[in-house]
Every structure is written in C-alpha cells, then in structure tokens.
C-alpha cells in the first residue's frame, strides 16, 4: 500500500501530517510527504490524484481531503 500526503507547509497541513501519518504502519504503508509550496512541479500529479485542496492523503489512488488549509487553486497562485 502507498499514502502520499499533500500540503502546502501551513500549520494546518503540518499539524494533520503529523497525526495522520503516525497512524500508518510503516511495515505495510509506503508514505510520502510532497510539500506543493517547495515542489510546484508536482501540482499537476496531485491534481490527477484527485486532490482539490490540502492537507489531503492519497491512498492507493484514493484522495482523502483533511480539514481544510487551501484549495490547489491558492496553492497554484501562491
């Protein structure tokens, strides 16, 4: 299984990273963190992803939308 986590750095999509991933196994689930404010080129994979706003948690291609930071629409203009 891989979970990919989404956010854009503010407080909101770090404090979810924290107690979301924490949660995961790490002997079943492969995760990856992809800060979209440091790596903008990866925007379009989240999209694809089906990520509509951040912190999200994809998981085996399923999108989880958690609280509620910014859309990847603030995320594209920021």
Avoid: W
């Amino acid at each position: 299984m891989k979970a990919v986590f989404y956010h854009a750095g503010c407080p909101v999509c770090v404090d979810a990273e924290q107690r979301f991933l924490s949660f995961l196994d790490p002997a079943k689930v492969t995760t990856e963190v992809v800060h979209l404010g440091q790596d903008r080129s990866r925007i379009a994979e989240a999209e694809l992803a089906g990520v509509k706003s951040v912190p999200a948690l994809v998981v085996d291609g399923t999108p989880y939308h958690i609280n509620y930071g910014a859309s990847l629409d603030d995320v594209k203009q920021g």
